[in-house]
């Protein structure tokens, strides 16, 4: 089994989403965490969205403005990330 590894989506969003695809390739196990803003939706992101989903990679947000994810505070993403072997900021 690969390793749990938490994507972090703030900044470089397309790259991010395109990296957590990436990574369900070496048998990883991604967690996709869109922090602070809303996710831009253009046409890579959302062929990537769309295949995280296919993939059953969880997507969270700590955002209302992201309302088709699942919602979670900053505190308790926070808390979640202490379980995840690498964590990639974007």
């Known amino acids: 089994m690969g390793k749990k590894i938490a994507v972090l989506v703030r900044d470089r969003q397309a790259e991010a989403m395109r990296m957590a695809v990436g990574l ?3 048998d990883d196990e991604p967690t996709v965490f869109v922090m602070d803003k809303k ?4 046409e890579s992101v959302e062929l990537n969205v769309e295949t995280l989903g296919d993939l059953d990679v969880k997507i969270y947000t700590n955002t209302s403005e992201n309302n088709n994810f699942e919602l979670k505070s900053t505190e308790e993403i926070a ?3 202490v379980n995840y072997d690498n964590i990639l900021p974007y």
Do not use: G, N, P, S
């Not at 996710?39 to 253009?42: G, P, Q, R, S």
């Open 24 to 26: 369900t390739l070496a």
């Open 39 to 42: 996710l831009e939706m253009d």
């Open 79 to 81: 808390k979640d990330l």
